[in-house]
């Protein structure tokens, strides 16, 4: 072997323009399969992608705004005294006698600026209400969950979508970048005056004071979201029919606590914990305890024994907990025992959540369900359908980003989930530049990668929905929304479609389990909209195009916060 390489390494020395050519075309070679893996896997597009309009069966001479042709190929930690007194402390933090902290730059005008911090304040309304400046001290926090800082950008709402995020009741803002979330305020109320400096990312709006709290109590789209240490708040709800079959574990407990109960449900591995009055119950939610008619909270606040600032029900209404406890009533899945006698698309435009639906129907059902591709990060985190070939029949569908009529026609049946273009085309962005939970980068939106993505899939997003109800056999529609607001309902839709008994009990389990991890957090949303005015006008004429080829063949439109923008 040896003397081969010698020979070869005198041949080369000997012949300098061979050992070059033979170098050039090694790296053309390399550069060719480099640029063939990105265009490798991309969905086809039918003939109508240019012209949605001729798609969508509209009127001749119809006219629609067109984006072009396609071309398809700071975080949060925990609240610690230690490291929240090395941060928030420093020589420019100390006033003369070096115990407090300097006002930063002249806040004379503290009512004028408050008085412009209300106006915000009121446009803030729909997700958060404005509830007073209150009392921080270092030693003793007033919103005692996560925290995070941004010294130059901090924004009320960046602050408040961030705790929403967490589940958190309360978001409080100081000093102008810090930013504090918790579920009870443990603090006294004070003057308006003291919550005097300007948000560092946001002029005109206040974001607390030194020492002192801006405090907002977050109106949560999803309450389910609320949360305690690390269980999950359910809700207020009336007691069970019969609470030894619905809830079968029960335990007194005299100095009762959120905590107590919570620990005691974990400890005897039930999902639930639910509160009345001085008496703690678990199980799982079931057909007769389904967590799905909440109660008005006020109808369970009633303090806890040993825990002022929290509810603990009463006898007749249970405040409800999620454990950390796993369900595992809907975690087993297999591939189907036969081979499939008809293959069922689950179709969705990209960005418009069908990883997350598959995962909700591997759950709903116990099948794996299959793909039109191969993604390899998919299949290391548990979709096993993911490597067999979509004609296996040894899944219970077939994930899909398909448009052309000969792909189309080869589905005997298709789920086809629909989702606001807006959401969608962002969801997508954000996958193709930063992975299926990651995020595109700040130069990716102020680019021309940006524009260029809305133009050349935005026409795409009206196409896909226009193929499949013009070439699907058999098409349920299902829009991400309701799925989203109505899992329950929606999930035993689809899983009826794909033939397979539902089982009440199991979509109960997937509705505790229904995130998964296929959830981008909140920490990276963005500030500001993307969409200019002229993306903005071009993209409602897709949703009404949309819109009236659902209607015209007797479905449900469009939802209703897919426009006006």
Same mark, same amino acid.
């Given at each position: 072997?040896?003397?081969?390489?010698?020979?070869?390494?005198?041949?080369?020395?000997?012949?300098?323009?061979?050992?070059?050519?033979?170098?050039?075309?090694?790296?053309?070679?390399?550069?060719?399969?480099?640029?063939?893996?990105?265009?490798?896997?991309?969905?086809?597009?039918?003939?109508?992608?240019?012209?949605?309009?001729?798609?969508?069966? +509209?009127?001749?001479?119809?006219?629609?705004?067109?984006?072009?042709?396609?071309?398809?190929?700071?975080?949060?930690?925990?609240?610690?005294? /230690?490291?929240?007194?090395?941060?928030?402390?420093?020589?420019?933090?100390?006033?003369?006698?070096?115990?407090?902290?300097?006002?930063?730059?002249?806040?004379?005008?503290?009512?004028?600026?408050?008085?412009?911090?209300?106006?915000?304040?009121?446009?803030?309304?729909?997700?958060?209400?404005?509830?007073?400046?209150?009392?921080?001290?270092?030693?003793?926090?007033?919103?005692?969950?996560?925290?995070?800082?941004?010294?130059?950008?901090?924004?009320?709402?960046?602050?408040?979508?961030?705790?929403?995020?967490?589940?958190?009741?309360?978001?409080?803002?100081?000093?102008?970048?810090?930013?504090?979330?918790?579920?009870?305020?443990?603090? /006294?109320? !004070?003057?308006? %005056?003291?919550?005097?400096?300007?948000?560092?990312?946001?002029?005109?709006?206040? =974001?607390?004071? /030194? $020492?002192?709290?801006?405090?907002?109590?977050?109106?949560?789209?999803?309450?389910?979201? #609320?949360?305690?240490?690390?269980? !999950?708040?359910?809700?207020?709800?009336?007691?069970?029919?019969?609470?030894?079959?619905?809830?079968?574990?029960?335990?007194?407990?005299?100095?009762?606590?959120?905590?107590?109960?919570?620990?005691?449900?974990?400890?005897?591995?039930?999902?639930? %914990?639910?509160?009345?009055?001085?008496?703690?119950?678990?199980?799982?939610?079931?057909? #007769?305890?389904?967590?799905?008619?909440?109660?008005?909270?006020?109808? =369970?606040?009633?303090?806890?024994?040993?825990?002022?600032?929290?509810?603990?029900?009463?006898?007749?209404?249970?405040?409800?907990?999620?454990?950390?406890?796993?369900? $595992?009533? =809907?975690?087993?899945?297999?591939?189907?025992?036969?081979?499939?006698?008809?293959?069922?698309?689950?179709?969705?435009?990209?960005?418009?959540?069908?990883?997350?639906?598959?995962?909700?129907?591997?759950?709903?059902?116990?099948?794996?369900?299959?793909?039109?591709?191969?993604?390899?990060?998919?299949?290391?985190?548990?979709?096993?359908?993911?490597?067999?070939?979509?004609?296996?029949?040894?899944?219970? =569908?077939?994930?899909?980003?398909?448009?052309?009529?000969?792909?189309?026609?080869?589905?005997?049946?298709?789920?086809?989930?629909?989702?606001?273009?807006?959401?969608? +085309?962002? /969801?997508?962005? $954000?996958?193709?530049?930063?992975?299926?939970?990651?995020?595109?980068?700040?130069?990716?939106?102020?680019?021309?990668?940006?524009?260029?993505?809305?133009? $050349?899939?935005?026409?795409?997003?009206?196409?896909?929905?226009?193929?499949?109800?013009?070439?699907?056999?058999? !098409?349920?529609?299902?829009?991400?929304?309701?799925?989203?607001?109505?899992?329950?309902?929606?999930?035993?839709?689809?899983?009826?479609?794909?033939?397979?008994?539902?089982?009440?009990?199991?979509?109960?389990?997937?509705?505790?389990?229904?995130?998964?991890?296929?959830? #981008?957090?909140?920490?990276?949303?963005?500030?500001?909209?993307?969409?200019?005015?002229?993306?903005?006008?071009?993209?409602?004429?897709?949703?009404?195009?949309?819109?009236?080829? +659902?209607?015209?063949?007797?479905?449900?439109? !469009?939802?209703?916060?897919?426009?006006?923008?």
């Amino acid at each position: 072997m040896a003397k081969l390489w010698f020979k070869f390494q005198r041949y080369f020395r000997r012949k300098p323009v061979r050992f070059f050519t033979f170098l050039a075309l090694y790296l053309t070679a390399g550069s060719l399969v480099f640029l063939h893996s990105g265009f490798v896997g991309q969905p086809a597009v039918s003939e109508n992608q240019a012209n949605p309009a001729a798609a969508g069966g +509209l009127a001749e001479g119809a006219e629609l705004p067109f984006l072009g042709d396609m071309h398809l190929g700071r975080g949060f930690r925990d609240t610690g005294e /230690a490291s929240s007194m090395a941060r928030r402390y420093g020589p420019w933090f100390k006033g003369k006698d070096g115990n407090e902290r300097a006002k930063l730059g002249d806040y004379g005008g503290a009512w004028s600026r408050a008085l412009k911090g209300r106006v915000v304040r009121e446009k803030e309304e729909e997700r958060a209400k404005y509830i007073g400046c209150y009392l921080d001290d270092t030693q003793s926090r007033a919103l005692r969950g996560v925290s995070f800082f941004d010294y130059k950008k901090m924004t009320i709402f960046r602050c408040q979508d961030n705790c929403a995020e967490r589940g958190y009741l309360y978001a409080g803002l100081e000093f102008g970048a810090e930013c504090y979330c918790g579920h009870k305020i443990q603090a /006294a109320n !004070v003057s308006e %005056a003291e919550c005097d400096m300007e948000c560092k990312g946001e002029r005109g709006s206040v =974001c607390g004071g /030194a $020492n002192h709290l801006s405090v907002y109590r977050l109106q949560l789209a999803q309450e389910s979201a #609320r949360r305690y240490g690390s269980a !999950v708040f359910r809700g207020c709800f009336r007691r069970p029919d019969n609470l030894s079959l619905a809830l079968p574990v029960t335990a007194a407990m005299l100095n009762m606590s959120v905590d107590k109960c919570v620990d005691f449900c974990t400890e005897k591995e039930y999902p639930l %914990a639910a509160l009345a009055g001085n008496a703690c119950h678990c199980g799982f939610p079931t057909t #007769r305890f389904p967590l799905h008619d909440r109660e008005d909270e006020q109808l =369970c606040a009633q303090k806890c024994s040993a825990e002022e600032f929290e509810s603990c029900g009463t006898p007749s209404y249970f405040i409800v907990y999620q454990t950390q406890v796993q369900d $595992n009533r =809907c975690m087993d899945r297999r591939f189907l025992p036969g081979k499939s006698q008809q293959l069922i698309a689950l179709a969705s435009f990209p960005g418009a959540g069908n990883t997350w639906a598959r995962h909700l129907i591997e759950l709903a059902t116990g099948f794996y369900t299959g793909s039109y591709y191969f993604d390899g990060s998919l299949y290391n985190k548990g979709f096993k359908g993911e490597r067999d070939h979509w004609r296996s029949g040894r899944t219970i =569908c077939i994930k899909t980003h398909e448009s052309g009529q000969k792909e189309i026609e080869a589905f005997d049946a298709a789920i086809l989930l629909i989702r606001n273009p807006y959401k969608a +085309l962002m /969801a997508e962005f $954000n996958r193709k530049y930063g992975g299926h939970i990651g995020f595109a980068a700040h130069a990716h939106w102020k680019g021309k990668e940006w524009p260029e993505f809305v133009r $050349n899939y935005a026409p795409w997003w009206a196409t896909h929905t226009l193929d499949w109800l013009k070439f699907g056999k058999k !098409v349920l529609v299902v829009h991400f929304e309701d799925l989203k607001q109505d899992l329950f309902v929606q999930l035993g839709r689809m899983v009826s479609l794909l033939g397979v008994a539902v089982r009440e009990d199991r979509l109960l389990c997937v509705e505790s389990q229904k995130d998964g991890n296929f959830k #981008r957090s909140g920490l990276r949303k963005l500030e500001y909209d993307p969409y200019t005015a002229d993306m903005q006008k071009t993209i409602s004429a897709y949703i009404k195009m949309v819109d009236a080829a +659902l209607k015209g063949r007797n479905l449900t439109g !469009v939802p209703d916060d897919y426009y006006p923008r």
